[in-house]
């Protein structure tokens, strides 16, 4: 098999195994239609922490210790992290895993960073270059109103566009060294879409491009279709989001429909939560993925899902400069392989 | 070969060609010592922009626009971008690189950034995923001020231990389908270190100590010391982090004075300059080692060259939580090779 398939994509000959997932997610989440799934719940914002900024980088730190507890390994074993999150200069990240003292590799892609994190751990175990890596995400919807938006003190108006940031982390252990059903098999790098969208309350026409430039370039370089996939699950596209997807998919004449979720949606419940469109962050596909969607692949009831991670890039600087907000998104293609 | 090496280390088997680089800098670095070797001078801190911050973006659009015609290359031809900058969000890599229209994967390890970027873009394409990636960062010293520490506008004290944030970026072109004579030969990802250090203005002491810890993790690793390479360079560790990595290294029982240089000390003339500490940022690796270091290992004058990008992992807002500053380190050995 030919690492390289087409323009974008790669193919991960050995599929590396996500041998397990930890999802930390925060109380909002906990009540939300995936609640009883999540590894741990926090019911304090401020997890026993001084600050929000302080408690998101503890979803971190504990993500990887309790992750790496619950499939039975240790730090020791682990070569790389991947990491990334929404606050300035990443300090979620660092923070949250210096105790951790394994070589980090720090990454931002805004929403996208989850899957841009498995494209690379595949790279990086596939081409023998390390024997195990984590890939890390989260975010906190405290940290990141007052950070992009408003001081929740504030207590600004939403739009019915906007999205309500996921409280949580999710943290994926992959290796080459064990075998789990659950398989890296692609990986797609994205493109930076620019549809000259600036209201940073929808960030689901933002990112609604770049997902499907991400999927068609997929499709194209693998000579695959929706019909050949079970799933294909974007990171935090919320309804706007989702049904701009599902209007440009069929424009290009396909339809995504039937095989199409979004963790933004799966999240919450949109009547009963008020979330507005849905949900977002780094945590959101962080903790869905992770506790939704792997244990189905894991039990083969899913074969072929394409996970595809969206972000939207620009600060609140940029914005103020009148710059568009730039879309991004990253594919990886989990595969269930029977042991 | 194996590809792994040791707990930490990596080696790229094909021994993937760095074909050329592109620097681009500010007028203050145009006057220092390396004035005529920097690819392009631009006067205009302002680069013809509204803001710094889009200056900076141009900077890196500049870089890899103009480094692909010096190379005689085309985007169409690469597959893959690693990017990454200080600015919140790194904006200034998002906004600089989207008209280039190339997969994008970004990064944030502060100053450390090219050095990342090198690391993974020998793993990209020793692996086999892509034929050719090209790394990139850039800083901007009124960027960052503002950013990090005052407005300029504001005429604060600086202190002796400051650095100067370079105006610059600088564009690496790595391939696996073309031969050069710089090769990228291991990559060693960092852990980060933890000194205590709170003081922002003094990020050499910050940096020194990750320096050494993946220094010699390298060492240990490949079972190689300070005589067994030509130079040791140094991202921008600056006077202070300079005369501390000597300090901790005799400490440690080796003498790296006689093969180590720093990015930082040779961007600026510190007597004629008025830089304090010396240069810093993700630009000041990024310029200095493109147009000094790379043309001296092209030519064989320097065979073995171990490159250790240093970065300072805090935000202004971490700081004011009252966390230390962590410093982070990543190694890549660039070498020569006879075509």
Redesign the interface.
């Known amino acids: 098999m ?3 398939v087409g ?2 994509t ?1 193919a991960y000959e050995s599929l590396p195994s996500v041998v397990g997932t930890y999802s930390v997610a925060g109380s909002k989440e906990g009540q939300g239609p995936l609640g009883k799934k999540f590894d741990l719940i926090v019911e304090d914002s401020y997890y026993g922490e ?2 929000w ?2 408690a998101e980088s503890k979803f971190q730190r504990t993500a990887v210790k309790k992750g790496l507890e619950k499939i039975g390994s240790d730090k020791s074993q682990y ?2 992290v991947f990491a ?1 999150d ?6 979620g990240s ?2 949250g ?2 105790e951790h ?10 929403c996208a960073t989850v899957a ?1 994190g498995l494209v ?1 751990s595949g ?2 175990i ?6 195990r890596a984590i890939t890390i995400a989260s975010s906190h919807f405290c940290t990141a109103e007052r950070q992009f938006r408003m001081p929740l003190e504030y207590g600004g108006q939403r739009a019915p566009t906007a999205q309500w940031t996921v409280t949580g982390s999710g943290a994926y252990f992959v290796s080459g060294q064990e075998k789990s059903t659950v398989r890296l098999a692609h990986g797609t ?4 879409v ?1 549809y000259e969208v600036t209201d940073t309350t929808n960030m689901g026409a933002v990112m609604a491009p770049a997902f499907c430039d991400t999927l068609e370039n997929y499709f194209h370089d693998t000579n695959t279709g929706v019909e050949d996939v079970d799933l294909i699950v974007s990171g935090d596209l919320g309804k706007c989001g989702y049904d701009l997807v599902c209007e440009l998919c069929a424009g290009d004449g396909f339809d995504i429909r039937p095989k199409y979720q979004d963790c933004g949606l799966l999240v919450f419940d949109r009547e009963r939560q008020d979330v507005h469109a849905g949900g977002s962050g780094c945590g959101c596909s962080g903790i869905v993925v992770a506790s939704e969607i792997y244990p189905r692949i894991a039990s083969g009831e899913l074969k072929n899902v394409l996970f595809v991670g969206t972000g939207a ?6 914005g103020m ?1 009148g ?1 568009n907000i ?1 879309g ?1 998104a990253h594919l990886v293609h989990l595969q269930h392989v029977a042991n």
Chains 1, 2 share one sequence.
């Open positions: 030919a690492k390289r323009r974008y790669m001084k600050t900024e302080k070569d790389l990334g929404l606050l300035n200069q990443c300090t660092c923070y895993l210096l003292d394994i070589p980090y590799c720090g990454l931002f892609t805004a841009q690379l790279m990086a596939d081409g023998g270059f390390v024997n790098f994205g493109k930076m620019d890039l620009f600060s609140p600087m940029s400069q710059e730039i991004i």
